[in-house]
């Protein structure tokens, strides 16, 4: 048996890999983490971020060399191993300002479509993401609004409805922005409905309700996919906090029609674990995708806390979710300025990359290294396989990978070193998980 150890701690804050060749001993009945990889649950299709119209900007201000080692250190070979990606249909509060692909509201053939603006910050860093990628980026679509006209307040921002004459049209316009990436080479393969429907937000938003999002999926975001041969394109609801995923899923899919179109749920994370709920969804709906689809640390919330703090914040959620049945995770923002931004209403947050515009460098923060435990080893087609564990003070996930190799994750958030011995049906290894660190073991038979 060959253990790998990758461990990152409050000290370094970086990766510390060493290797140790074992034939596996007989461990005893303390401290026991045991493995059962003949019991397996969920397929993970990746790890990824989001290519915002910020990120795409700020990336821009540094060197050419620079902005390659920012995509090498999420989707390169020598990064973290990112496979997924998110982007916005439409602006989004982390754009330089609203704008829309249709501003002409007598526009009903969708003629002045353009995504002129894409083409300025977004697929630029794309493109250089798709360059280094070691596999192939699956793409997710979500929108934050629709164009103005098409809403009941006539403004991408403060909520708002889409109003009904325009709901056939709307998905049209999503049709037709899905062709037009997909002609690009940016092939959107899944997309949410909305970010946050059910959030008046100040900046880009709109309101469904669990009724009007099951009607425009059944009636006509679907039918529309469909008959504009985008049939295989997987459609997600909900898009927001874990708090009322259940109910909203379960509002929704109870419509068969509608349930045939929806290949899964999304969810955010804002307002707590609530990792039961994402359990139950998965419980409920065993044929339905569950897509951690966003989460940052929010500067109004987190401002002053610690580096460990927020780098725990993500390695939780994530070994929360992932325990609960998540199938792929998307982080928020790639990369951000200095200020957490810019954002056009100046909502700031982290990213686990920041930049300094002023001085053209950036810097790999913690939350950086932690999310990188589970991205740069769990690959695409991995499964989970069950767990358990002598203390709820260790935190803990295991993998088998699609070449069999096996990838335990376990964190600490504790103020004290935390033994561990890691077993599989009676053989194993231990080891001490120190305080306020993270380790990825990966084996191999």
Not at 113 to 121: A, C, P, S
Request: net charge negative; with cysteine; glycine share 8%.
């Amino acid at each position: 048996m060959k253990i790998t150890t990758i461990t990152t701690d409050y000290n370094e804050g970086k990766f510390l890999e060493t290797t140790n060749v074992t034939e596996g001993v007989e461990v005893g009945a303390m401290n026991v983490v045991n493995l059962y990889p003949d019991v397996t649950y969920q397929e993970i299709r990746g790890f990824g971020g989001a290519f915002t119209e910020a990120a795409g900007y700020t990336v821009s201000k540094l060197s050419e060399e620079k902005q390659k080692e920012i995509a090498e250190a999420y989707f390169g070979e020598s990064g973290i191993g990112y496979s997924l990606a998110r982007t916005h249909i439409n602006s989004c509060d982390f754009a330089l300002g609203n704008y829309a692909y249709v501003e002409d509201e007598t526009d009903t053939k969708l003629e002045t479509f353009t995504r002129e603006r894409d083409y300025q910050y977004i697929v630029p860093f794309i493109r250089l993401a798709q360059e280094v990628s070691r596999d192939e980026i699956e793409f997710l679509a979500s929108p934050w609004s629709p164009p103005a006209f098409m809403k009941t307040n006539g403004e991408m921002n403060h909520g708002g409805q889409l109003k009904e004459e325009y709901r056939k049209l709307w998905a049209e316009y999503i049709c037709k922005y899905i062709k037009e990436c997909q002609a690009d080479n940016i092939p959107i393969s899944k997309i949410t409905v909305q970010n946050e429907p059910e959030a008046t937000q100040e900046w880009d938003s709109c309101r469904y309700s669990a009724i009007e999002e099951m009607e425009f999926v059944r009636d006509y975001l679907g039918p529309t996919l469909k008959e504009q041969g985008l049939g295989d394109i997987k459609v997600y609801i909900w898009d927001h906090n874990k708090e009322i995923m259940f109910e909203r899923a379960k509002d929704i899919l109870q419509d068969e029609k509608a349930s045939e179109y929806i290949a899964g749920i999304g969810f955010h994370w804002y307002t707590g674990d609530h990792f039961e709920a994402v359990s139950l969804v998965k419980e409920q709906f065993p044929d339905k995708e569950l897509l951690f689809t966003e989460g940052c640390v929010e500067f109004s919330r987190f401002m002053d806390s610690n580096d460990v703090y927020k780098a725990e914040m993500y390695a939780h959620d994530i070994l929360g979710n992932l325990n609960a049945g998540m199938n792929g995770y998307y982080d928020w923002n790639l990369v951000l300025d200095e200020k957490g931004g810019p954002n056009h209403v100046n909502n700031l947050c982290a990213a686990p990359i920041m930049c300094d515009c002023t001085t053209g460098t950036f810097e790999k923060r913690l939350s950086y290294y932690y999310v990188g435990h589970f991205s740069k080893y769990i690959r695409r087609g991995a499964k989970r396989i069950a767990t358990t564990r002598y203390s709820e003070q260790i935190e803990v996930t295991a993998f088998v990978n699609p070449d069999g190799e096996k990838v335990v994750v376990l964190l600490n958030k504790q103020d004290k070193d935390m033994p561990v011995s890691l077993r599989e049906y009676g053989m194993g290894t231990d080891l001490v998980v120190k305080a306020h660190s993270i380790v990825t073991l990966r084996i191999e038979e």
